[in-house]
């Protein structure tokens, strides 16, 4: 056993540990290694054991996914915008009005 200082919140959900005391640490005698993900919101801390999350994990990847997938959403726009600014800058302003207008009331 040893002793790790462990951050958790108020659901018991364990996003840290580190070997010294500090602010806002819970300490605790723990069985090393620590188990592969407790310190990313993975575990629960319930009566000294490390009892991991199915849902939660499940629900965190999720969340990675969507993030993933947003994020490459972002840089495709990106590269929309700047195949298309050639073009765009050809377009006689009334005519970019018209479209702007029809783009913010089109989903």
């Known amino acids: 056993m040893a002793k790790m200082y462990l951050q958790i919140d108020s659901d018991g959900v364990i996003w840290d540990a580190i070997e010294y005391e500090h602010e806002g640490y819970t300490e605790a005698d723990v069985k090393l290694p620590l188990p592969t993900g407790c310190i990313g919101g993975w575990y629960r801390l319930e009566n000294g054991a490390f009892v991991f999350d199915q849902e939660r ?50 989903p």
Not at 83 to 93: D, E, H, K, R
Request: hydrophobic share 30%; aromatic share 10%.
């Open 57 to 106: 994990y499940d629900r965190l990847n999720q969340i990675q996914e969507r993030d993933a997938t947003l994020m490459q959403l972002r840089d495709d726009l990106k590269s929309v915008r700047e195949g298309l600014y050639p073009i765009w800058s050809q377009i006689p302003a009334s005519v970019k009005s018209v479209l702007e207008k029809y783009y913010e009331t089109t």
